[in-house]
């Protein structure tokens, strides 16, 4: 029987400074105090044969280029790389990123990524692995597979006619609407030894967007958010190191939002997790391994990156003026529009000059779940078909990319924020081949043991 071996370190990336906040692009200035502080944390995972790095971060997302950029960086520094190498975001709307944002307001436009915060985020994630090598220690793979329904909703409500009415807060007139499935699993892994609890991983599908007691002053202020209390939950009961990673959540919202909803859900999910002691069961198979899958795909939105950065500085100028000569004029509306669109197209004329890009599927094994890590927001159906066929799978969302929403085709013609060309970065049906990628490789590979 393999001997399974986990390391863990953490470190706070909380900058002491203030900082462009990513999430919300009506944002106008940086942030102005620390609500709860960020953190990366890396775990290592070696059976003996393969050795996975799954590292956890409090950020909205890292674009693939600035991924491929640290599997490098890990490479040459502690010897893992992708596909061994797993950049997980919990996808918190309170945190600085490591690439440039877009923000509504002409006077913002599009701001760099503070290359302090870059610079010690890569010290400190060599930092982390390199710890989290140092301390591997033998231990037992558990698993369980806990449902917390009560703390998420759909946001894409449908109407009566079928279209879908996004619904960012829980509808007052709920009755109105079919309120879409979500997948509500939390799924915890947890290494054990005779001691007690080594380290757990945990994760749960829904958007870190829960605002703070203040809704206007927590909108500045930096914020891990429910993952933070989630893993301050459960590190309390058992003292052991928390990691988690974000499910399907690219319409699965907090079914509430402020006062102190971001504790109380995080705080929901860690209860779970330890109330549900006795409903682990150690996995027979503590293996771990790494594969990649990759589907070549077409930008939604074809921009001529020759001529696209003189065309957004037009309309942002334009915009500007006429601003600060008759804000609320209807041509003052339409420039605006017209700049918004324009910086859209300049976004992903940087990340896709040739309007092609090939997305990479990461899956890992561990043990007898499957983590299917995919680049983007994903929607709750794709998981819950996923699960449908292959029980074990686990989906992980903003991993390896962070490239848009993923909708399946059919949702387009219903409407909806999270089904159009502004917030889906390819061409209407990449959900679906994802999918079929998917199903087909856990068809081949197997997730159950």
Known sequence: MSTLRCGTASREITPPYPATLHGYANRDRKSDGVAEPISLGCLVLDD???RLLIVSCDMIGIESHVCEELYALLETEIGVGYPNVLLSC?????????????????????????????DDFKVKLVEAARDSLRNLQPGRLETARLRVPQVLFNRRTVRADGSVATNFRYPLDAENYTISPTDDELTVLRIVDDCGVKAVLANFGCHPVTGGQEAEAAHYRISADYPFYLRQTIAARW???????????????????????????????????????????????????A???????????????????AEYEQARHRS?????????????????????????????ARLYPDNQYSVKVQFLRIGGIVLTCLPFEVLSEISLRMKE??????????????????PLEYEYARGGYEASERSTHFAKGTADRLLDLILDWLEKNGSER
């Open 320 to 348: 500007l003026s006429l601003i600060d000569a008759a804000p609320e004029s209807p041509e003052s509306r339409e420039a605006l529009d017209i700049f918004h669109l324009q910086q859209a197209i300049l976004h992903r």
């Open 90 to 118: 919990s996808h918190t709307h309170f945190a600085p990123a490591l690439h440039a944002g877009s923000y509504y307001a002409p006077q913002t436009g599009i701001v760099e990524p503070d290359p302090r915060f870059v």
């Open 389 to 406: 066929r292959f029980p074990h799978s686990a989906l992980v969302s903003c991993a390896g990319g962070y490239q848009g929403y993923l």
């Open 239 to 289: 003292n052991c190191p928390v990691f988690f990673t974000l499910g399907a959540a690219g319409d699965a919202v907090p079914i509430d939002r402020y006062t102190d909803c971001r504790q109380r859900i995080g705080q929901t999910l860690g209860h779970t997790a330890t109330l549900g002691d006795r409903l682990f069961r150690e996995d027979p198979t503590p293996t771990v391994s």
């Open 291 to 309: 594969d990649c899958r990759e589907l070549d795909v077409h930008t939604i939105i074809d921009a001529d990156s020759k001529t696209i950065e």
């Open 48 to 50: 003996g044969e393969h």
